[in-house]
């Protein structure tokens, strides 16, 4: 396991760039906490694990904030949850403006990535688009193994993936799904987007519907799963399902490190370090659910008053 890891690390370390990556997480609308939206904390984690800080990102804001949010961070990671994409204001309009801002970015030669989980991943297409792409299936929850495409490997995700890592995706249930909704091949291409997005792995639900689990978009820097891999590491719910050995926790590990190595790849900074450190996520607390039995051990919770009082972009 030692060889193993040294082998992994140059790989993951040799980008260089921004040492100190700030990512931005999208917040969405709370059902179940009392709170006007919300962070599971498990992303934030995540993110820090490779070394990022993270930066809470209000919904239901005008687009100066936006412009500010991407100006200021070094990528955006649009978490997995549950969110209606059409509401004025709300998750799927905040990650279509976001979507737009950061492609503007990049077309100007500033490297700045897009990560999508479960929910974060079905509004890409979304996001890019204005309309939704997502198919009905049946995956309540569950651990499986990754089917990938011939061409996999031709991808900047997966071109660095360790042989070692590559046999635990394809041999053990170690990414991590719970959703009703999927995206398909063919729905990329009835919203004429397919030739855009390079899939590059599949699950096929209880039905035998075959549904896109990873893929990355072909020209930016734009990356999705559908799988969880932050819950590997930082969920803890019994009898769900999540994997907790070793070797999935390596593979959390791995997606973290290649999207924050992406951030460090942008040299976006904050104006001044004060406006920094007072819009961080550090200056909240997240409470603690898991006691519950809860899908989520620990949310970041904020309140209206909380984007007024700080809201500092």
Known sequence: MFKFLINVLPILGLVIGNETPIIGILSQPDYDYGYDTVIAASYVKYLESAGARVLPIWINQTVDYYERVVQYT????FPGGSANFTLPGGYGETARTLYKLAKEANDKNEHYPIWGTCLGFEVLPYAQ???DAVVTCSVPHGSFTLDFKGDYRNSRLYSPLPLELLDVLTGENVTYNSHHFCLTESGLARRGIASDWHVLSTNTDAAGLKFISSMEHREY???GTQFHPEKNNFEF???EGFAHSLRSVLVSQYFADFFVSEARKN???F???SLESRSLIYNYCPKFTGKENDYYYQVYGFEREDYARN???
């Open 129 to 131: 688009t204005g309309t």
């Open 221 to 223: 820097p734009f990356y």
């Open 271 to 273: 104006p001044d370090r």
């Open 237 to 239: 719910k019994p009898d």
């Open 267 to 269: 040299d976006h900074r």
């Open 74 to 77: 070094n990528g955006v990671l």
């Open 311 to 313: 809201n500092l972009l």
